[in-house]
């Protein structure tokens, strides 16, 4: 009986000394852990919010847009502007393809993210428009008339790209 009562007395004084170390109470042998060594949940690092990527969206394709803008213009300063003498040339295909780009650039920031819905249609629609323009030769002066009133449409989204794509990352911050 006494041996068992040993070995059960030696088995307690591990547990306890175990667990002395688990607690951190400094017991001789065990080494106490510093405060903060373990990250509790409140302080690790979270991952971003809705509204901080919304942010990091806008912000990286702003940065593009405007400089896009300044070099190729927009709107109906846009050499893709159904008014431009310039939307049969490689000047509208120069600003299709930087706003092409631009449209990619934004739907990998998005990357299929809720909330960006606008933005998405936005860069889809853009991406649409640049590929039928380039299909149809728009850039290349066409001469018959159904090509140049089909170069039109896709032309005029183009010339509205960036503002759309603007647009469209300020509607992400609200969620949209």
């Known amino acids: 009986m ?3 009562v040993a070995g059960a007395v030696a088995s307690l004084s591990l547990v306890a000394a175990f667990c ?8 001789e042998g065990h080494a106490v852990r510093p405060s903060g060594s373990f990250a509790s949940p409140s302080t690790e690092p979270s991952a971003p919010t809705r509204a ?3 942010e990091n969206v806008k912000s990286t ?7 896009d803008e300044e070099k190729l213009g ?6 893709c502007s159904p008014t431009s003498p310039e939307i049969f040339t490689s000047k509208c295909q120069a600003a299709a393809d930087a706003a092409s780009d631009a449209a990619g650039l934004a739907l990998r920031e998005i990357d299929g993210r809720a909330g960006f819905a606008t933005l998405d249609s936005s ?13 149809l030769g728009c850039a290349t002066g ?7 009133r089909a170069c039109l449409t896709p032309a005029a989204v183009i010339a509205q790209g960036f503002s759309d794509l603007r647009d469209g ?7 949209k």
Do not use: H, M
Request: charged letters at 20%; aromatic letters at 4%; hydrophobic letters at 35%.
């Open 61 to 67: 394709l702003e940065e593009r847009i405007s400089a």
């Open 74 to 79: 927009s709107g109906v300063d846009s050499s």
């Open 20 to 27: 002395a170390g688990c607690s951190g109470s400094g017991a």
């Open 169 to 175: 990352a300020n509607l992400g911050l609200a969620g």
């Open 2 to 4: 006494q041996r068992y």
């Open 52 to 54: 901080q990527i919304a």
């Open 123 to 135: 860069a889809r629609k853009l991406q649409a428009a640049v590929r039928t323009y380039t299909s």
């Open 142 to 148: 066409p001469t018959a008339a159904d090509v140049r």
